[in-house]
């Protein structure tokens, strides 16, 4: 068939055509006529497109700052020193459930027929570094030091809960209570802890005391804060410095790490650029309609003369609506590597892990194309419309 | 209904073969509106045979742009009937009367129409873009017809660095790619000085002399003089002032 055809032979009434070639070529050439325009009007699709690839990047941040227990009942004594050579840890402590065989609390002397007065309280054993382990914060008194413990003195460190219960509220008339019948001065109140929120109903006695009077025979738990970032590297540490013998023995928890947080923060982040990447998409999209619908008014004479040249109304139709689409299509490229580039260095810079999907380097381009396709039917659909005899009439 | 009263009595065009006239229209109108409306043209019966070089004369308003559209498939006649190489217009679609127009007329415009950001030859290539041509040999029958107007030596220049007579040449170059079966011109030298359109209407001369058919719409006494044949419109009547048979004849022989 080919062969036969030469120039405008062929049957005279043969349909006209437009090559895709031909079709690409003249959509590309009429672009490059005006690079800069072409170049302004990618803008808004290459921020929109970027914005959305940029929601699908997942950025995970390093498992942060957190506190470590270790429970069992093999700990030794100096769990608080041995742990606290570990580099990265920020302080230790142990703290100990104190078996006080039912013995009741409370505070003297306080006749009060109407009120209870003796209450079942738990008692907590601590060493010295422990409050700052659990970051403990006191509304007065001090906290037991590693003398106390030592020399097993009768002082406790009140819960804010404890403290409302047996009426304490200030150390510096030195207040006592009695566990069981032995009595034990309060040298401090706590008002807030971070973490082992049940200190706050607690009595802490310090771990010699515990030891001498209770009969306390191990810690039976460490509490460690390590820097950020360190947690997981001291969690693998841990039973190693405290038992070296059989490490295995120790059981190691580490709290959860703010996965929900961080999935919140994410959420809203990612509604935020799905939003920012909407509106540019939306703006991107008017840009190249208008651009497209200005260069079909400009170029009025050019339809006219396409259509003498044998162009039916879709070849003209088909090449505005190519050149939107190409439009859109490099703005959806230029985006998606926009968009890519951005978040990884974002991510580089604060230490993330970008995740890119699959369908950024493959759907941007489409999406734009899309967008483009759409911008471009109207204008093209006005192209087509034109009459032949008032296209002619505009000059070129 | 079949009406031949454009076709021409002498019977030597049968002897070479071209029993077909390239355009005939039979009592073809054309009104615009409806209240009141208008007559562009009134029952226009014209025939133009291979090889002739028609001028259609006429004042502004008389309704020759209005044939040129609707000899050239641009527009549509509202009674009669047009046959462009033989085929009746009226049952083809948008996308038959496309093909048709690019295929057998090539366009010749008052200015020039080349896309400013092309080259010459670019311009000129466009010509076969819609009507099926392959693309292998497009710049070749694009530079050989820039020869034909003696424009080879200006194909890589954009027309914005070429005088209007030159932009004209490149025009009718791109028009006469694939051999049209008629060239049309509209008002071809209205934008141009009286030295390039003498210019011009002798390149016009040596195409009608290949063979060409050419039909040229023009308000200009010395433009119109050039063709063998002159037709004048007048209030959207048409009426010979020379007649067909007078000067034509010779022409078909060759």
Redesign the interface.
């Known amino acids: 068939m ?1 062969l036969r ?6 049957p ?8 895709a ?2 079709l690409f070529e ?1 959509c590309l ?1 009429s672009l490059l ?1 005006r690079p800069g325009r072409a170049v302004l009007t990618v803008l808004g699709t290459v921020v929109g497109v970027a914005a959305l690839a940029a929601t699908d990047i997942v950025v995970t941040p390093k498992t942060g700052r957190t506190g470590r227990a270790v429970r069992q009942n093999v700990l030794p004594w100096d769990a608080e020193q041995r742990v606290g050579r570990l580099n990265g840890v920020v302080a230790a402590g142990t703290l100990t459930d104190v078996n006080v065989k039912g013995e009741l609390v409370r505070a003297v002397p306080v006749n009060d027929p109407q009120g209870q007065t003796q209450f079942q309280v738990p008692v907590k054993a601590a060493s010295p570094g422990l409050f700052r382990a659990v970051r403990a914060r006191l509304s007065t008194g001090r906290l037991p030091d590693a003398g106390h413990s030592a020399r097993g003195d009768r002082v406790v460190v009140l819960g804010p809960n404890v403290a409302a219960q047996l009426h304490v509220t200030r150390v510096d008339n030195q207040p006592a209570i009695y566990i069981g019948d032995r009595l034990y001065v309060v040298v401090g109140l706590l008002s807030t802890v971070q973490r082992q929120p049940s200190l706050l109903g607690s009595i802490v006695i310090p771990e010699g005391t515990a030891q001498r009077e209770f009969g306390l025979t191990a810690p039976g738990s460490v509490q460690v804060e390590t820097r950020i970032g360190a947690a997981s590297v001291i969690a693998g540490q841990l039973p190693l410095a405290l038992n070296p013998a059989d490490p295995r023995v120790l059981k190691v928890a580490a709290p959860p790490e703010p996965r929900r947080v961080r999935a919140g923060v994410q959420r809203d982040l990612n509604s935020l650029f799905l939003l920012l990447g909407g509106v540019s998409l939306l703006v991107g999209a008017i840009g190249i309609a208008n651009v497209t619908l200005v260069s079909v008014l400009e170029r009025v ?2 339809i ?12 003209i139709a088909a090449q505005f609506l190519m050149e939107s689409t190409t439009l859109g299509l490099v703005g959806g490229v230029v985006g998606a590597a926009v968009g890519t580039l951005v978040v990884v260095g974002v991510a580089a810079s604060r230490a993330w892990t970008p995740v890119l999907e699959a369908w950024v380097p493959l759907g941007a381009p489409l999406l734009g194309g899309a967008v483009g396709l759409l911008s471009g039917l109207y204008p093209s659909a006005r192209a087509a419309a034109l ?3 008032e296209a ?1 009439r505009s ?2 | 209904m079949i009406d031949l009263s454009g076709a021409p009595a002498d019977g030597h065009r049968l002897a070479g073969g071209l029993d077909k006239p390239v355009v005939r229209l039979s009592k073809v109108s054309r009104t615009f509106g409806a209240d009141p409306p208008v007559h562009a043209l009134r029952d226009v019966d014209l025939a133009i045979w291979p090889g002739e070089w028609v001028s259609i004369v006429g004042p502004s308003g008389s309704g020759k742009s209005t044939l040129l ?1 609707i000899v ?1 498939l ?2 549509r006649q509202t009674a009669g009937m047009y046959r ?2 033989g ?1 009746d217009v009226a049952a ?1 679609d ?12 090539g ?1 010749v ?1 008052q ?8 080259t010459v030859l ?1 311009n000129v290539m ?10 292998h040999g497009r710049q070749e ?1 694009a530079r050989a017809s820039l020869n034909r107007v003696g424009l080879d030596d200006r194909a890589d220049f954009l027309p914005t660095k070429l005088s209007g007579g030159q932009q004209q040449r490149a025009a009718i170059a ?1 028009a006469l ?5 008629l060239l049309l011109c509209d008002e071809p030298t209205g934008n141009l000085d009286s030295h390039s359109a003498e210019s011009l209407l002798d390149v016009f001369a040596q195409l009608s002399h290949d063979g060409l058919t050419l039909a040229v719409i023009t308000h200009d006494d010395k433009v119109a003089s050039r063709a063998g044949r002159q037709v004048r419109i007048v209030d959207g009547a048409l009426d010979e002032l020379t007649p067909p048979s007078a000067g034509n004849g010779q022409v078909h022989g060759s």
């Open positions: 080919k055809r030469r120039g405008r032979s062929g005279a009434t043969a349909k006209p055509r437009l090559a070639r031909d003249e050439a006529a004479g050019e006219g003369l396409r259509r003498s040249l044998g162009a039916a109304r879709r070849h009459e032949p005899v002619l000059t070129m | 559209n050239g641009l527009d462009l190489v085929v083809l948008d996308l038959g009367r496309a093909g048709l127009r690019g295929r057998t007329i366009f415009f200015a020039f129409h080349l896309l400013p950001h092309r670019e466009l010509a076969e873009l819609y009507v099926g041509a392959p693309r029958r791109r790619v694939g051999e049209p079966s």
